[in-house]
């Protein structure tokens, strides 16, 4: 199949402009929309969604997949352009809020993140890409510019710190790669993440979850 | 003209055989009235396909559909031998109880968009008649195809990525809310392995928030009592395949009741969204109905049951309930 990429200059300011128009009201709309869906449900922290800015988008864009770019249509492909998250209290409670998901929202995928190899400690989060509601989508805006599809992460407290965390202090594109003993300390927060998650789960059906079937 | 590729295939229905032949096809050429009608197909497609509907991922979750796959494939090069892929597929979904069909797709573009219509025509008798000046000759004909109102169905595709587009269509199916009929399923779910893009919950939601908030506007009572009662005939719409403004109708709701209704939508097009109907979630929402008199009383029930624990006589102007029960626990209720 032939390449349509765009050219760098007019990616980066046709993104712009959806991003503007488009993606900032319609990040806003979702975050409402999701809140309305899950209102009276216990233990949510907070609920969010945002528009990829510019410029991790054109990071994302120009990532390679081997020789080539991964992504030959990015405006089409990349499909985290508005990214929603969940976060909640318990591991137990993911499984939950993720039933509601399949309720009031129509998934083309689902998938838990995790690290390749048990030996490994690293992202941990469910992920699904959803069809944005036509609830959300104002008549006004050009069709062309909304995108098909939103991102819907639903994380525990300590997963969403760590990836938080881990954005912000490890490796991007273009920069200096983290060396072996920055990795082990990130893997090793996170297999603390990992640790302190199942530990409140544990405790939460032990001590709370009962009280809570009974009632 | 926006009509490229013109693939038409002769669709045996063969669910359940292991029948590996291939359906006969040909490619229709473009010109003529065999153009004439497939173009105006093509083009009525934006309007006549209304049902949203969504290609399914993988049982695992995977971003995947078989159904899609062959889409792509066909419209990346459109050719008699990508087509039959997809004619192959109608055939191994439809049983001997769908008759024949003849299956068309008809390729376009539109600005930047691909544009596929996949239009099936169900097979027919007919009686052709010849009039000659002294003479009328009359002819019965099997495998006539029709544009058949009961039973046509196609799906329109349009997208400009055909990469990572292609998720989303639009259909017709006449049969959708005929359970009795065997076919009722086949095209939408087993064909093209999709569902409806509003979830059961969610196209239920949506039309229970617009009856509530209808009923607390600034309408007359007669008309909140037409949309209470059309709440209490809602519950029992469970599992049938409508549109918000095919309920109004149904019910056949006044106009002041029907905008009442599409005031309370985030926007007029979500009434032509096809759901499923979720009886439980429509309760979840529209659990109760309230009735407050001039007198200060307010009368309330689960809006279900309503008119069985009031009973209501109009006495001049003025309406009496009258109710027994034993008392199970009192409230004070905040005035909001």
């Known amino acids: 199949m032939k390449s349509s990429r765009l050219k760098p200059e007019t990616l980066e300011a046709s993104y712009r402009k959806r991003h503007e128009t488009v993606l900032k009201p319609l990040a806003s709309a979702l975050a409402n929309h999701i809140t309305d869906c899950f209102k009276g449900q216990s233990r949510i922290d907070r609920i969010s969604a945002r528009p990829k800015d510019v410029s991790s988008f054109l990071t994302k864009a120009n990532k390679m997949g081997g020789r080539h770019r991964k992504y030959s249509e990015p405006l089409h492909q990349i499909q985290d352009q508005v990214g929603a998250r969940i976060v909640t209290f318990y591991r137990s409670d993911v499984d939950c809020l993720d039933k509601i998901v399949g309720k009031y929202f129509r998934a083309i995928e689902s998938k838990d993140h995790v690290p390749d190899s048990e030996w490994e400690f690293g992202y941990f989060g469910r992920h699904h890409i959803l069809v944005i509601p036509s609830d959300v989508i104002d008549d006004d805006w050009d069709k062309a510019l909304v995108p098909k599809f939103f991102e819907l992460q639903i994380k525990t407290l300590f997963q969403h710190a760590w990836s938080e965390a881990e954005h912000d202090v490890g490796y991007k594109e273009g920069e200096k790669p983290l060396n072996l003993d920055q990795k082990r300390r990130l893997a090793f927060t996170s297999a603390q993440a990992w640790g302190a998650d199942r530990v409140f789960d544990e405790l939460f059906r032990e001590l709370l979850a009962p009280a809570s079937k009974s009632n | 003209m926006p009509v490229e590729r013109i693939h038409a295939y002769l669709v045996h229905p063969k669910k359940g055989e292991d029948d590996k032949t291939q359906p006969a096809g040909t490619d229709v050429p473009l010109s003529g009235p065999m153009l004439n009608l497939m173009d105006a197909i093509y083009s009525k497609s934006e309007n006549d396909c209304d049902i949203d509907i969504t290609f399914r991922s993988t049982p695992d979750g995977k971003q995947q559909n078989d159904c899609r796959d062959l889409l792509l494939t066909y419209l990346a090069a459109p050719s008699l031998t990508t087509g039959h892929a997809i004619a192959k597929r109608l055939g191994e979904t439809t049983d001997l109880r769908s008759a024949l069909g003849l299956l068309f797709l008809i390729v376009g573009k539109e600005g930047r968009d691909h544009k596929v219509v996949i239009s099936r025509f169900p097979t027919d008798n007919a009686i052709y008649v010849e009039e000659k000046p002294r003479t009328l ?138 759901f499923s109907f979720d009886a439980a979630e429509f309760k979840t929402v529209v659990a109760f109905k309230s009735v407050e008199l001039d007198n200060g009383a307010t009368l309330t029930a689960e809006s279900d049951r309503f008119d069985k624990v009031f009973h209501k006589e109009q006495i001049k102007d003025q309406t009496e309930y009258v109710t027994r029960g034993r008392v199970v626990n009192e409230k004070l209720k905040t005035k909001a």
């Not at chain 2, 908030?213 to 209490?232: F, G, L, N, W």
């Open chain 2, 137 to 274: 000759t009359v002819q019965f004909l099997e495998r006539v195809f029709m544009k058949n109102k009961h039973s046509y169905k196609a799906v329109l595709y349009r997208d400009a990525s055909l990469r990572a587009g292609f998720w989303n269509g639009r259909a017709i199916d006449k049969q959708i809310n005929t359970p009795t009929s065997p076919t009722s399923d086949y095209w939408i779910t087993d064909f093209l392995l999709s569902e409806f893009t509003a979830t059961a919950a969610q196209g239920t939601n949506r039309f229970a928030k617009a009856l509530r908030a209808a009923v607390h506007s600034d309408v007359p009572v007669e008309v909140k009592e037409e949309i209470t009662a059309a709440a209490r005939l809602s519950s029992g719409l469970g599992g049938q395949r409508m549109s918000i403004n095919q309920i109004s109708a149904r019910f056949n709701l006044s106009q002041p009741a029907q905008a009442a209704i599409m005031k309370g939508l985030k926007k007029p097009a979500l009434a032509n969204e096809m």
